[in-house]
């Protein structure tokens, strides 16, 4: 598997997924409004209260097809329940907390609320 790097200009983050490595996701806006779609929810409710499975799973599948990914749905979920949510859901929590965010007029990335590393 090659290396994955995130862009946090983009607002990009990787998560771990056992079996599977590094995985992109790609926060962008066409995937953040099928996310709220999918889940019936909005991204700010999301971003402060993401605790499920499969909450977890879609937005991992939306931001992962949203970066090229080309995982099925039904491998990412199982992919996300191998990783557990503890592990998971802080990334994912920061992710969207930071496509929330404004964008710097300069074109930096404003990652000083939010924090997007992964160990």
Do not use: W
């Amino acid at each position: 598997m090659s290396e994955v790097t995130a862009n946090p200009i983009r607002g990009e983050v990787t998560v771990n997924l056992p079996g599977h490595g590094e995985y992109l996701l790609r926060p962008t806006f066409d995937a953040l409004v099928q996310i709220e779609q999918e889940l019936g929810e909005k991204i700010l409710i999301l971003a402060m209260s993401l605790n499920g499975l499969r909450e977890a799973a879609v937005i991992v599948h939306r931001c992962g097809i949203a970066a090229g990914g080309k995982l099925p749905f039904n491998q990412v979920k199982e992919l996300v329940m191998r990783a557990g949510l503890i592990a998971l859901l802080p990334h994912l929590r920061a992710m969207l907390q930071l496509a929330l965010t404004p964008a710097d007029p300069n074109g930096e990335a404003v990652t000083d609320q939010v924090t997007t590393q992964t160990t």
